[in-house]
């Protein structure tokens, strides 16, 4: 299934800066194009960023097709709402969405987050062994948990992203069956439509990316007053950035709380290294966006990420839900809409073989090529690390004469060889011997 990275060949020229950036190394340079292993990949968009020729894209659907369809609905990440100047305050974009015609869900967009927000912290506030628990509302670090920190998904919280959430509500209290286009920030979101993680099946059909959206309206020039649009609660935008889920689950419980947010891939990779030392004793929740500042630093926004962080410091809002919110918020609670439908589980790398005598015979065969390697990890063979040199070797989908050490290595004992034959002479020609006389 397809995921949230494309890649353009015809762009491509080989540079390999993409290998290096990829924290699964689901990127290879094969004759100079860059391929993908999907089952490695988590959407973080990490190969986006250090791709300057821009072979590398988020995978948008075709936003000229899906917005020729009539009743057009859009589920709008939170980060959508600060990216343009032009319609700085939320309600701005929210008239501008509706000028164009288009069928905004904010208004049950925020009851999801209320709602996902309340359901973390009754889970939280249970607390048990799996304390610290994980957010799950950034899909790249669920997968880089299931890849490469399996032992963590345990500490996942089972809480339904609040974007599927919106959808389900919006259809049950509405009957609509409208198919829903997501306005992504990232392509760890994307994954959301087409490959979720805890269902079978997403509520939201298609996905666009931020910048997509955006461009289109201001080539519109759609002008806006404020004055059209319904009031919606701030808290949920505020999920867009580093610390706002936290601080909004915070707004649930009345002390007690303790959390730690975090953004950047970097930053995540060594925060969950130091939780799976237990070295985050005390703490109730971790707050993870692999995206810098959170989720207006994604790779599909259309506008700095800074001036993004400005204006969503400038939005008021009132942390506490009032009575008519809560008396919402608890029906759709016992509802159980909030639940992810299966438990998140770790996703196996690429075995070797599905026989395990083979597969081992294989692995033992790797760790002797590895060893055998420079252990430099250059990526000058096109693969992020020696050792996934060696896997590729014994897949069958690489040579040792692929690393370029070995190649002189192999060269220089080829010019040995040529120098001390070039030196002797055939028999015919040896000058040691004297011309017998007629």
């Known amino acids: 299934m397809a995921g949230g990275i494309k890649i353009t060949e015809s762009r491509c020229r080989g540079c390999a800066n993409c290998i290096r950036s990829c924290p699964t190394e689901a990127l290879r340079v094969i004759d100079g194009v860059v391929r ?103 899909p790249a670090v669920i997968r880089l948990i299931q890849m490469n920190y399996p032992e ?6 089972p809480v339904e992203s609040p ?38 099946r997403s509520s939201l059909e298609y996905v666009v990316s931020v910048r997509t959206v955006i461009r289109d309206m201001l080539a519109c020039n759609v002008k806006v007053t404020g004055a059209k649009t319904r009031p919606v609660s701030g808290r949920w935008l505020l999920w867009s950035t580093s610390g706002g889920e936290a601080r909004h689950i915070a707004s649930f419980f009345d002390k007690g709380f303790t959390s730690i947010s975090v953004s950047g891939l970097r930053n995540t990779q060594d925060l969950l290294n130091e939780l799976e030392l237990g070295r985050l004793s005390g703490v109730d929740f971790i707050e993870c966006r692999a995206c810098d500042l959170g989720c207006f630093g994604g790779t599909g926004t259309y506008e700095s990420r800074f001036l993004s962080q400005l204006r969503l410091n400038n939005i008021d809002a009132e942390w506490m839900p009032s009575s008519e919110e809560m008396e919402r918020i608890r029906h759709w609670h016992d509802r159980g809409v909030w639940e992810l439908a299966a438990p998140v589980v770790p996703r196996e790398r690429l075995p070797l073989s599905k026989d395990i005598k083979e597969a081992m015979a294989k692995l033992r065969e790797m760790d ?71």
């Open 36 to 138: 993908l292993l999907p089952d490695l990949c988590i959407d973080c968009g990490e190969c986006i960023r250090s791709c300057k020729d821009r072979a590398i894209t988020v995978n948008d659907d075709e936003w000229d097709l899906i917005k020729t369809r009539e009743g057009l609905v859009l589920m709008a990440d939170p980060a959508f709402y600060v990216q343009v100047g032009a319609y700085s305050r939320p309600r701005l974009m929210m008239e501008a969405l509706e000028s164009h015609g288009y069928n905004d869900l904010s208004e049950w967009a925020s009851l999801a987050f209320d709602l996902s927000a309340f359901a973390s912290a009754k889970i939280i506030r249970e607390g048990g062994e799996n304390l610290p628990y994980i957010s799950t509302y950034c």
């Open 152 to 157: 963590l998904v345990g500490r996942i919280l």
């Open 163 to 200: 974007l599927e959430t919106a959808v389900t509500i919006w259809r049950e209290e509405t009957g609509a069956k409208e198919n829903v286009t997501l306005v992504s920030p990232c392509p760890a979101k994307a994954t959301l439509v087409r490959n979720p993680v805890g269902r079978k």
């Open 368 to 438: 002797a090529i590895y060893a055998d390697l420079p252990h430099i990890d250059c990526g000058a063979c096109g693969r992020p690390s020696c050792r996934a040199l060696a896997e590729d070797i014994v897949r069958g989908q690489g040579d040792v004469s692929d690393c370029v050490f070995k190649m002189r290595e192999r060269i220089t004992q080829l010019s040995e060889e040529i120098q001390c034959l070039s030196s002797k002479l055939p028999h015919t020609l040896h000058t040691g011997r004297k011309r017998r006389r007629s």
